[in-house]
């Protein structure tokens, strides 16, 4: 049995059934039993949307705060903080971690968060005062948003304009904006006609991308039976030849910020997503080499032969996925013929009825219906050929009842 929220106590107790109860409530979803529907996930009943969002609530430093402000349903604690239990939560906007006055000490005496983005929770009770927004939590809000722009107004006057809001963010510990110019960003979600103000001109129409050598060297132990003298080990070079970071082309100078400030970032990306390949294989070392900008990828033929040369396997993103998009379609030809070849087999053998649901989908999906009424020809010639032939009699079938 689920614990009743304290409206469902309430209600109870004042003679209320799941059946009979005042229309702004309902009975909650989430029904664990099927002779109690008020034994639900919920606890019983809750307000309708609309009527709580219009409840008036305090602090316990006296805001006023709208029920369409306060967050339900939240446990902590073991706590359900809920419009039905009277004690939903609000951000504090002052962040005042132990305050006196919050009606809930325990959740108020932490910080939640971390990095730029905090937050302090304070919980509201119902009150009958008429709201009042000059003292509500809703006026905080506002004047905290006001303040924010008007500091990121006095940044963005510091740095002559030269910002953006994409590699803007805002220190809610100390309360002043930062400013990371972050090129990848721009390449997701800014076009050529756009002007950028970071860069401080419209960007470029000419578009390409990020091309760079990634290098790995590692060593593998050799067979016992290879010939390689007392070394029992082999290091390996590879360096894969033009490969992009960005999955789609994007304004050239996009491409030229990135290779300016945020080369690093490539190494640290491939690192992070590649982690396991240094767990099969500990010696691996990788490198980032060529990091330019291009519209479209160049080749130093020279280069190559010399480090191949060196010993040096070398490959080109470009003629990987190539050769990974024709394997591809190779398997798919493969497996289409087979499976063409598996439903021709079996209508020449039985014909079209006696293939199975699925089967005659297929067939009529994939062959179509055209080529199925030539194999069901060919089967008949087929089964009347063999009707014309002359058969075989055995001496036990003349003679087999004889006695």
């Not at 002779?35 to 307000?47: A, H, Q, R, V």
């Not at 029992?232 to 491409?255: A, L, M, N, Y």
């Amino acid at each position: 049995m689920a614990e009743y929220n304290e409206l469902t106590k309430r209600l109870l107790a004042e003679g209320y059934t799941a059946e009979n109860h005042p229309e702004e409530v309902k009975v909650a979803s989430g029904q664990l039993t099927d002779t109690d529907k008020l034994n639900n996930i919920y606890g019983g009943f809750e307000y309708v949307r609309l009527y709580a969002d219009k409840l008036v609530y305090q602090t316990g430093c006296g805001l006023f705060v709208m029920g369409k402000e306060v967050i339900d349903d939240m446990s902590v604690f073991g706590i359900t903080h809920s419009h039905e239990n009277n004690n939903p939560v609000v951000r504090c906007p002052f962040l005042k971690v132990g305050c006196e006055k919050n009606y809930d000490k325990e959740l108020g005496s932490i910080l939640y968060g971390g990095r730029l983005c905090v937050q302090c929770w304070c919980e509201c009770h119902r009150t009958d005062e008429v709201y009042d927004y000059s003292r509500s939590i809703e006026y905080e809000y506002k004047k905290d948003e006001v303040e924010r722009q008007r500091k990121y107004d006095e940044f963005s006057k510091s740095r002559n304009g030269r910002i953006c809001e994409r590699h803007m963010s805002y220190d809610e510990r100390t309360g002043e904006w930062r400013f990371h110019y972050a090129p990848h960003r721009c390449a997701r979600l800014c076009y050529h006609p756009e002007f950028c103000p970071v860069l401080g001109k419209k960007l470029s129409s000419k578009r390409g991308n990020v091309f760079y050598d990634l290098k790995k060297t590692f060593t593998v132990k050799m067979p016992e039976n290879a010939q390689i003298g007392l070394f029992d080990k082999q290091t390996i070079v590879e360096i894969e030849k033009g490969k992009r970071v960005f999955s789609k082309p994007c304004s050239i100078d996009i491409c030229e910020a990135y290779v300016k400030v945020e080369i690093e970032e490539i190494l640290r990306n491939y690192l992070l997503n590649h982690s396991y390949e240094k767990l099969w294989n500990p010696t691996l070392e990788v490198e980032v080499l060529n990091v330019r900008a291009e519209q479209k990828e160049s080749r130093d033929l020279m280069q190559d032969l010399q480090d191949i040369r060196d010993g040096i396997a070398i490959s080109h993103e470009s003629d990987n996925i190539a050769k990974s998009k024709n394997d591809k379609r190779e398997r798919s030809e493969k497996a289409r013929e087979s499976r063409d070849n598996r439903l021709i087999k079996k209508i020449k053998l039985n014909g079209f009825e006696s293939l199975s649901e699925s089967d005659q989908y297929s067939a009529k999906k994939f062959l179509g219906d055209e080529l199925i009424e030539i194999l069901e020809e060919q089967r008949k010639k087929e089964k009347e050929k063999e009707s014309r032939l002359p058969k075989q009699v055995s001496l036990f079938d003349l003679y087999g009842d004889a006695e």
